[in-house]
């Protein structure tokens, strides 16, 4: 293909362009832009920092794995912190029914600093603005649509920024489907999967589009059958292939063996 070729093409191409975004409403992203550290959410932890790039980014989504009593809630908790103190809202989704004032007030989230003032009627004073949320929610549902109620709100940001809006989930597999909820005598295994393939899609979407990133956290479970099979690690992370697949980074948080 000769050089005027590809001229006719790029002229073509550059008008089409300009339709098409204008028909689908789809606008080019990341556009005079350049990677940047400051465009990202500290975590809290300068080593976890570094190997993530600088932070988290904005429109992803994080997960965060173990055994129990390793440290992914307050690990949770410190994320959140920093979203605070750097500017940030967040809304917390203590599914596990397991966080309470204390606990993050230690860490730094004082709940009612971070909340408005209010009148006598609980409506917020003018002037006074909410930063966190926190909610303990029953299904799967109510985190979707909440979610992609929240992301709708806010306008259209695809460029490379820090997350403006920051949603921790603590943890995937507390929150269960209406599937079963209605059948707890079902395979709960299946149907959290099913729950995570339909649901992630949507809030994959509404991250993207509003630059909110999700942090959650997920409990490894041990294969039995792994182990009979000589596979090596046993461990897995249960909820279903959709968690790993629109997860842009898993954290798996580990004991370190004592030097000798």
């Known amino acids: 293909m000769s050089l005027g070729s590809l001229d006719n093409i790029a002229d073509l191409l550059s008008g089409a362009v300009k339709a098409a975004e204008k028909s689908t409403k789809l606008t080019s992203v990341f ?7 400051k465009l990202v959410r500290s975590t809290g932890l300068l080593y976890l920092d570094y190997k993530m790039g600088g932070g988290i980014p904005s429109g992803k989504i994080i997960g965060i794995s173990s055994d129990e009593h390793m440290g992914k809630s307050a690990l949770m908790a410190e994320m959140t912190w920093e979203q605070l103190q750097d500017g940030g809202f ?7 029914g397991t966080q309470d004032p204390i606990f993050l007030g230690k860490r730094g989230i004082d709940y009612q600093r971070y909340r408005g003032k209010r009148n006598k009627n609980g409506d917020l004073i003018p002037g006074q603005r909410d930063k966190v949320w926190f909610y303990q929610p029953h299904t799967g549902d109510q985190f979707k649509k909440y979610i992609h109620m929240l992301c709708g709100s806010l306008p259209e940001n695809r460029e490379l920024q820090k997350p403006p809006l920051l949603f921790g989930l603590d943890s995937a597999l507390s929150i269960v489907s209406g599937d079963i909820a209605e059948n707890i005598d079902g395979n709960n295994t299946a149907m959290h999967a099913k729950m995570y393939s339909e649901l992630l899609p949507i809030v994959n979407a509404s991250l993207l589009r509003s630059g909110a990133s999700l942090v959650y956290t997920n409990q490894l479970r041990e294969d039995v059958g792994a182990g009979f099979k000589g596979m090596g690690d046993t461990k897995y992370e249960p909820g279903g292939k959709a968690l790993g697949f629109f997860a842009s980074c898993r954290i798996r948080l580990q004991k370190s063996k004592a030097k000798t």
């Open 31 to 37: 556009q005079n832009k350049r990677l940047d550290g």
């Open 90 to 96: 967040t809304v917390y989704f203590d599914g596990e």
